[in-house]
């Protein structure tokens, strides 16, 4: 027997018990793998409310470090699509910390929309544990960051970050402050994992032909939209999700690869990454 935090039903942390689990032995294509590390990722927090739907009861977690002790039949090691190596010289906790953050990171600079120097970019949520990447990845290849943050403490992060322009929201109308940072041009791109509450600003801020990517929705679905409404401007209009990204094998060594080169090149700060026993469960209040 082993302990897991387990939902038997969708709601709020209070859900998540703390039980005894029996693991089976690995069927064929499966691994078994005893962590050391376990990353918490916003999408836990959408499966545990039940805004993502899975059989209940489960144990929740999108990714992990650590070591194969067993393999199903039919594989010799790690030719499973879920795994990647991970470099010896990189600490399991920082892996856990960064790892599918930096693979959405890598997915959204780098493939949904390849930022490039000279662009301008909008992250909303830029202290948040994509936003934060977004913003250092963003720096690194000379695009000009702009950053929405809900208050003094986070835009400061945001700016040690990279974000050359933090906005705080709770402030000031981030539309009319982006109009002002670009002289009205607006910009090449915004990156929203918020939803309800930014999207129909956030594709006010964008520039012509700009690209507007929605990889979240903490605050709630986005209301719809016309499809014309893309039209004045000829926006493009995205709606990502990693896996998506990484579909195959290939492709998730690809992300993975590169969050692993980004990393002793410091571009990515991961010190203040909270560690937290397993025992206490979800450090998400919402």
Partial sequence: MVKAMVVHEVGG???MKWEDVELKEPKEGEIRVKNTAIGVNFIDVYFRKGGYKFPLPFVPGREAVGVVTAVGPGLTGLETNVVVPVPPSIDHKVVAAVLMKGMTAHGLVRR????????????HAAAGGVGSLLCQWANALGATVIGTVSSEEKAAQAAE???HHPIIYTKEDFVERVNKITS????NVVYDSVGKDTFKGSLQCLALRGYMVSFGQSSGSPDPIALSDLAPKSLFLA???LMHYTATHDELLEAAGEVFITLPLECFSCSDQPHIPLVRGSPCPC
């Fill in 184 to 187: 009205g041009k607006g910009v």
């Fill in 112 to 123: 949904c929309f390849k930022v490039e120097r000279g662009h301008t970019v909008l992250v």
């Fill in 13 to 15: 942390p209070e859900v």
């Fill in 239 to 241: 709606r990502t999700s």
């Fill in 161 to 163: 970050d990279g974000c």
